[in-house]
C-alpha cells in the first residue's frame, strides 16, 4: 500500500469524515503539490458530490487537479486517466450515475467513495511514475 492510499484511508477514518472525495485526494498530495492541508481540502471543498450536484465524481476532479500541479498536462494521459476509471464502471464518471449503480448492487456509498478515492490514487501513482 502506497503512502498515499494509507494517508487517504486515515483521512477517510475520522470521525466523522470531515473530508470529501476531492479533499481527500487534494489533501494526500497537498505537499508534493506545494500546497498545506487545508489550502488542498479548501481548493477540493466544492468539488465532493460531483461539484455538489452530481456531475463528475469529486475523486476524479480531483485528480485531474493532482496531475495538473504535477506538469501533466498530455491530453493522451489525462485521457487514459479518464479512460482507466471509467472502464472500471461500465463507462460512468459522474458522481450521481456511479453512486445510483453502487446503491443497486447493494453497496453503501461510504465504501463506494472510498474506493473511488483509491482508484484515483492509485492511477495517479501510476501516471506519475511512469512520466
Keep these: 500500500m502506497s503512502k498515499h492510499t494509507e494517508r487517504a484511508k486515515e483521512l477517510r477514518s475520522?470521525?466523522?469524515v470531515s473530508s470529501n472525495c476531492a479533499q481527500t485526494v487534494m489533501?494526500?498530495?497537498a505537499k508534493e503539490i506545494g500546497l498545506d492541508e487545508d489550502l488542498a481540502a479548501a481548493i477540493g471543498s466544492n468539488f465532493g458530490g460531483g461539484m455538489r450536484c452530481g456531475a463528475t465524481?469529486?475523486?476524479i476532479a480531483a485528480g485531474y487537479m493532482v496531475l495538473?500541479?504535477?506538469?501533466?498536462?498530455?491530453?493522451?494521459?489525462?485521457?487514459e486517466f479518464r479512460k482507466c476509471i471509467a472502464k472500471k464502471h461500465d463507462g460512468m464518471t459522474d458522481c450521481a450515475d456511479l453512486l445510483r449503480a453502487n446503491a443497486a448492487r447493494g453497496g453503501d456509498k461510504?465504501?463506494?467513495?472510498?474506493n473511488m478515492i483509491q482508484e484515483v490514487i492509485e492511477l495517479i501513482d501510476e501516471l506519475t511514475e511512469s512520466k
Design 27 to 29: 489533501r494526500v498530495y
Design 68 to 79: 495538473g500541479a504535477k506538469g501533466i498536462e498530455s491530453p493522451a494521459v489525462l485521457n
Design 110 to 114: 461510504k465504501t463506494h467513495c472510498d
Design 14 to 16: 475520522e470521525v466523522p
Design 57 to 59: 465524481c469529486g475523486a
